[in-house]
């Protein structure tokens, strides 16, 4: 994957919203169930074109990076695709809570979605050593019901721990440790259906998210 800084759009909608303190990219791949229709997908990205002050998502699809193809509905292959930035503040959360409910009605499996706000105000080079940027990254994860959406969470993780310990280990030996992750997601998962079982809102059942600062400024995405 290759980074570098971009050109935005002159006069994209989303730039109607005025003293904005992020940048918020949203990307990500969602399979869909094979009746879903554009209606139906017009609909679960109501809380995102919506925000972005559109009337409808084909006005609200575009994104404000002109080499960014914003939201896509690929009807031949069933599939939304998500490369899209919007002008916002920390109230956009509020918007994601609602897409998440949305997608797992539409998704035939489990997908990760990713989210980051980039802090506008923030310029490296102006800025002392002890300045932070209010940059934050969020993972969303959808999907059908919560065993589809722990697989992909469990996917994600394995692929990031076997990354990291390649380095100092070969592939061959970390079956180990991909078996203790299985151990704690059959784990949640058999609490989840206990919860479930007993009347009790499931813990971490869908939607979820997880967020972290720091290590510099994440790169933004060129396609």
């Known amino acids: 994957m290759l980074y570098t800084a971009r050109r935005p759009l002159e006069n994209p909608v989303h730039m109607s919203r005025y003293n904005n303190p992020f940048e918020i990219h949203v990307h990500g791949q969602v399979a869909l169930r094979p009746e879903v229709q554009l209606s139906d997908v017009q609909d679960a990205l109501k809380p995102l074109w919506k925000y972005a002050g559109a009337r409808s998502l084909a006005d609200g699809a575009r994104s404000a990076y002109e080499d960014e193809p914003g ?10 695709q998500m490369c899209w930035t919007v002008s916002g503040d920390e109230d956009f959360r509020q918007a994601l809570d609602e897409l998440c409910m949305n997608l797992n009605d539409l998704a035939v499996a489990g997908a990760a979605i990713e989210v980051t706000f980039y802090d506008t105000d923030f310029d490296e080079e102006e800025q002392s050593p002890e300045g932070e940027s209010r940059d934050d990254f969020v993972m969303l994860f959808v999907g059908p019901n919560p065993a589809a959406i722990m ?10 721990l076997v990354s990291m310990m390649e380095r100092h280990f070969d592939g061959a030996e970390l079956g180990g440790v991909v078996a203790e992750v299985d151990k704690l997601f059959a784990q949640r998962f058999d609490a989840l259906v206990n919860s479930l079982e007993i009347g009790k809102p499931p813990r971490g ?6 967020s972290g600062h720091g290590g510099g400024r994440k790169p933004r995405h060129l396609h």
């Open 71 to 80: 939201i896509e509905f690929v009807a031949a292959e069933h599939q939304l």
């Open 151 to 160: 697989q992909v969470q469990r996917d994600l993780l394995v692929q990031d």
């Open 205 to 210: 059942s869908g939607g979820g998210f997880g």
